[in-house]
């Protein structure tokens, strides 16, 4: 009888052990990452104007659930708001705010506040996952002066050097100090992979190029992602989606089909420890899709 209490107790200490030892999301040893850039637009489907207390709960409800389907570990948010952190709550991960308009929110603790430039414009820290990797997370909006993505006709009869004059030589200088500033922050961190992510408000260089003139009409050597390739960062969206495809890539509008569709929304990644596996356009969730953006989900993983 005491042999057979022995073996049953230890039977149940070995199932516990058992259980305890599969892996759940966010503890794997060296799984995957997943960084969402998402403007969610003013606190999430407009809930910062809703007058409705119960409607902009169901509103910031409706965020973080797109976000839980996704799988993402770490967002750069971007309108947040005032909703970051009841979407943090709803998810159970760390908030990281800086001003209203751009934040942060992460599966695992925030090691340190990395922020520069402006807090409207950017807003960074520094992320740790369990096995110890570490992502120096930046989210970023860029101010636009030519509105030559939502309205058809903005664009009739322009050249590419009207685009790129119009574009403006401010919105170069906003990017590159944020990525001056990024380098003078990160400089120290040694193999952590430095992520810039957000709504950049800007087309693609690597989008309006000979191959897609059939697409986009036009070759443009767009100067905002042009400055952030010159930094050294990399496109991860088209690194793993070669194929130019215009309707497939777009962020802008999900809910403006009568807008330009273009894409303005991209994760942008320097360094070496980590590198991106595939990159997803996402714009769909149970019921309406609560943003007039597009989320980018990128999954990073050891090269």
């Given at each position: 009888?005491?042999?057979?209490?022995?073996?049953?107790?230890?039977?149940?200490?070995?199932?516990?052990?058992?259980?305890?030892?599969?892996?759940?999301?966010?503890?794997?040893?060296?799984?995957?990452?997943?960084?969402?850039?998402?403007?969610?637009?003013?606190?999430?489907?407009?809930?910062?104007?809703?007058?409705?207390?119960?409607?902009?709960?169901?509103?910031?409800?409706?965020?973080?659930?797109?976000?839980?389907?996704?799988?993402?570990?770490?967002?750069?948010?971007?309108?947040?708001?005032?909703?970051?952190?009841a979407i943090a709550r709803e998810l159970g991960f760390h908030f990281h705010p800086?001003?209203?308009?751009?934040?942060?929110?992460?599966?695992?603790?925030?090691?340190?506040?990395?922020?520069?430039?402006?807090?409207?414009?950017?807003?960074?820290?520094?992320?740790?996952?369990?096995?110890?990797?570490?992502?120096?997370?930046?989210?970023?909006?860029?101010?636009?002066?030519?509105?030559?993505?939502?309205?058809?006709?903005?664009?009739?009869?322009?050249?590419?050097?009207?685009?790129?004059?119009?574009?403006?030589?401010?919105?170069?200088?906003?990017?590159?100090?944020?990525?001056?500033g990024v380098a003078a922050k990160t400089a120290a961190l040694a193999n952590a992979?430095?992520?810039?992510?957000?709504?950049?408000?800007?087309?693609?260089?690597?989008?309006?190029?000979?191959?897609?003139?059939?697409?986009?009409?036009?070759?443009?050597?767009?100067?905002?992602?042009?400055?952030?390739?010159?930094?050294?960062?990399?496109?991860?969206?088209?690194?793993?989606?070669?194929?130019?495809?215009?309707?497939?890539?777009?962020?802008?509008?999900?809910?403006?089909?009568?807008?330009?569709?273009?894409?303005?929304?991209?994760?942008?990644?320097?360094?070496?420890?980590?590198?991106?596996?595939?990159?997803?356009?996402?714009?769909?969730?149970?019921?309406?899709?609560?943003?007039?953006?597009?989320?980018?989900?990128?999954?990073?993983?050891?090269?």
């Open positions: 009888m005491r042999c057979f209490r022995f073996l049953l107790v230890a039977s149940i200490l070995a199932a516990a052990t058992a259980v305890l030892e599969v892996p759940i999301r966010g503890d794997e040893a060296a799984g995957p990452i997943r960084v969402l850039a998402w403007n969610i637009w003013n606190g999430g489907d407009e809930a910062k104007n809703e007058p409705s207390p119960a409607r902009k709960i169901e509103k910031q409800k409706r965020v973080a659930e797109a976000i839980r389907a996704s799988g993402a570990d770490v967002v750069a948010m971007v309108e947040t708001y005032g909703s970051g952190e800086r001003g209203t308009n751009v934040s942060i929110l992460s599966r695992w603790p925030i090691k340190e506040d990395l922020s520069v430039y402006k807090p409207f414009h950017c807003v960074g820290a520094l992320v740790e996952a369990p096995d110890g990797r570490r992502l120096a997370v930046y989210s970023v909006w860029i101010h636009y002066v030519d509105d030559v993505w939502t309205d058809p006709h903005s664009r009739d009869g322009r050249t590419p050097a009207d685009l790129i004059a119009k574009d403006g030589p401010s919105r170069v200088t906003e990017v590159r100090a944020i990525l001056d992979t430095v992520i810039v992510a957000g709504d950049f408000n800007s087309n693609s260089h690597l989008d309006y190029t000979e191959a897609a003139r059939d697409q986009f009409g036009l070759v443009v050597d767009w100067p905002v992602t042009r400055t952030v390739a010159e930094a050294g960062f990399r496109d991860a969206y088209r690194v793993c989606n070669p194929k130019i495809d215009r309707k497939k890539d777009r962020t802008w509008s999900p809910r403006f089909p009568e807008q330009i569709q273009d894409r303005i929304d991209f994760v942008f990644w320097k360094g070496d420890a980590l590198a991106p596996r595939s990159a997803t356009m996402i714009d769909q969730a149970p019921g309406r899709w609560p943003s007039d953006h597009a989320a980018v989900l990128v999954e990073f993983a050891a090269p």
